[in-house]
């Protein structure tokens, strides 16, 4: 017998995870910088994209496999590195590592994850890709450089778009803070939310569990505003592997970085929580497509709610998607099981799709002229 999640789609696992978790964990997981005006406008520019179908074309045996660093994907999106995952559920991180494995899919681990890295690299078969902040003045992050080197880690995600943490007012109304501080209007909103209380409180509130307070502690809250070029040249010296960087929305920054050796560039706007008046990302992502040509690798996230945004993220130029917050809504709603419904979901809708778009392949998505995509979107910027 299936088990019934009730999740049929992303509003579905949102509503469920709004009421099982505490507010402040999911105002946390859901919030955006200042007046989320920049939230709201990323969502609407891509649901403005419209996507033309084509007729009598066979699409009976459609692929979703991508190509991504010569790697099979089973799939045309991965998992975005998210903080503290554990707040959705004991175990998240663990989940998300599960479903990357059987997928053959990159699962972004974060640096202030709350499972550390080498148990998260074991558990994902080695798909994991290792996400870095710069904090301070960059000697613990060298550290963490190293430690993924020794833990296997063959991709490092370079977060260049937190020089400083956004103003998040939902967070602030809460006084989230981590590690936890539990007064007495936490007391009350956990009281308030016993079934995530007594599981995720009973196994020890989650921790940022790259850091043992000793050898190298880390503030979430600590400027990062000291990286520079100079720092990426060093980063680029000792890092023998991959190097993606993660947080571009300027073409004139992805040009420099592709001069400077960045494998890839992941255009996004950090779902709009670090900077309220950010441009909406996927259009960001059309114009650096334009700039540094058709073969350069380019990664995209940003509001992405369902398969057909997807769809749209490569007709706008995208090489690879990830996906971020929406997982952590379906495990919050129904644990490895939400997960696993909302995945497959995913799925279907990127394959329907392609199914109404003539296309049997994630490759032919690509082909903007044929295929015809369209936004009746005002971009006012430049």
């Known amino acids: 017998m299936l088990f019934d999640t009730g999740i049929h789609c992303y509003t579905d696992a949102r509503r469920l995870a709004r009421k099982r978790l505490p507010w402040m964990v999911f105002d946390y997981i859901d919030g955006a910088a200042g007046q989320e005006h920049g939230a709201a406008l990323s969502n609407r520019a891509l649901q403005d994209i419209r996507l033309t179908p084509r007729v009598l074309r066979d699409v009976r045996n459609r692929d979703l496999s991508v190509t991504l660093f010569d790697k099979l994907m089973t799939r045309p999106f991965g998992i975005s590195p998210m903080g503290m995952c554990n707040l959705a559920a004991p175990g998240a991180d663990l989940q998300l590592a599960k479903i990357a494995r059987e997928h053959r899919v990159p699962h972004g681990v974060s640096t202030v994850a709350s499972t550390d890295m080498e148990t998260l690299h074991k558990a994902s078969g080695g798909t994991a890709w290792f996400q870095l902040y710069f904090s301070g003045d960059g000697s613990g992050t060298f550290k963490l450089v190293e430690r993924a080197k020794a833990a296997g880690y063959s991709t490092l995600v370079l977060t260049l778009d937190v020089p400083e943490v956004g103003r998040r007012p939902r967070e602030l109304r809460h006084g989230f803070k981590m590690p936890f501080r539990i007064g007495p209007r936490q007391f009350v909103d956990f009281a308030l939310h016993p079934r995530w209380s007594l599981t995720s409180l009973a196994k020890g509130s989650p921790k940022m569990a790259n850091f043992d307070g000793k050898t190298y502690k880390f503030d979430r809250t600590e400027s990062r505003a000291a990286a520079d070029w100079s720092y990426f040249d060093k ?22 970085l592709v001069d400077a050796g960045a494998d890839a560039i992941q255009v996004s706007s950090h779902g709009c929580r670090q900077l309220d008046s950010a441009p909406p990302a996927i259009l960001a992502l059309r114009d650096i497509r334009t700039i540094v040509g058709p073969d350069y ?46 995945w497959d979901i995913l799925s279907q809708e990127v394959s329907l799709a392609m199914a109404q778009l003539g296309v049997t392949t994630i490759g032919e998505l690509k082909n903007i002229k044929e295929l015809r995509a369209t936004t009746s979107f005002t971009d006012t910027g430049s």
């Open 235 to 256: 980063l680029r010296a000792v890092w023998p592997g991959k190097l993606v960087v993660k947080g571009v929305l300027h073409p004139d920054d992805a040009l420099r």
């Open 297 to 342: 690798p380019l990664f995209y996230d940003t509001g992405i709610r369902s398969g057909e945004d997807i769809v749209k993220a490569y007709f706008m130029g995208a090489d690879f998607v990830f996906i971020g917050r929406i997982l952590l809504f379906a495990i919050a709603a129904g644990g490895i099981e939400g997960l696993r419904v909302l």
